[in-house]
């Protein structure tokens, strides 16, 4: 089965403080993705990343950044959160043989 | 992107089946019809596609329109695990794009 995990599942930060979301996949994919999820807005794409080293913007990307450093790992961000950066974070991974994508548990990220 | 329409809510009862529906008026040839759902506090999780013909799967049965302006989701014999988010996508799958576009959703309750 495939496996994309997240580092936290709840996390609390203050207004300011620089945060790190990573995400890692264990089958080996292509491309990963990161989404946040909010009330009413359904999930929004942020960043994504065809390779290593390679990114793109998706929808929303302002006040945001990522890294792709390894193929299993996707890292988002937050350069110095704000309170309407509070969301849940949703991290995902796809291969480009086979079309579907795989999500993590998601991050519940809290800013004050 | 070709953008899907569904009703924000249904509701169905266990063991019985239900059909969700979704317009996509607007999708072109090459548009695969995506359906993901997400359960109470995860992240999505796949559950069949298609291009024209019925698709069948463990899970679910996809009813594609002749015209493929509409879609339907079947599930065969609902069960309270099934209760969810439920969302219909549309995936161009020219230019090797790997985005997905989510809506709002619809929301199924499954009453024991």
């Known amino acids: 089965d495939v496996k994309v995990t997240q580092s936290s599942r709840y996390l609390v930060k203050r207004t300011g403080e620089k945060v790190f979301l990573e995400c890692v996949q264990d089958m080996d994919h292509e491309n990963m993705f990161w989404y946040r999820q909010d009330p009413g807005l359904g999930l929004r794409l942020i960043y994504f990343?065809?390779?290593?080293?390679?990114?793109e913007k998706g929808d929303i990307p302002e006040g945001y950044s990522v890294s792709r450093e390894k193929k299993e790992r996707f890292s988002l961000i937050l350069e110095s959160a704000s309170t309407n950066q509070t969301s849940m974070y949703l991290c995902a991974s796809s291969s480009t043989v086979q079309e579907t994508q795989y999500f993590g548990p998601g991050t519940r990220l809290l800013v004050l | 992107d070709a953008k899907t329409t569904q009703p924000n809510s249904m509701e169905s009862n266990e063991e019985e089946p239900v059909h969700l529906p979704c317009n996509h008026s607007?999708?072109?040839?090459?548009?695969?019809i995506h359906w993901y759902r997400q359960l109470p506090s995860q992240g999505p999780e796949y559950v069949i596609h298609g291009l024209t013909s019925n698709v069948n799967n463990r899970m679910a049965s996809l009813a594609i329109a002749e015209d493929r302006k509409s879609s339907t989701l079947i599930l065969h014999r609902a069960t309270l695990r099934d209760a969810a988010v439920y969302y219909c996508?549309?995936?161009?799958?020219?230019?090797?794009?790997?985005?997905?576009?989510f809506g709002k959703g619809m929301k199924l309750t499954v009453n024991p």
């Open positions: 990343s065809y390779d290593v080293k390679m990114k």
């Open positions: 996508i549309l995936r161009d799958n020219q230019g090797g794009s790997e985005k997905l576009v």
């Open positions: 607007t999708i072109s040839g090459t548009d695969y």
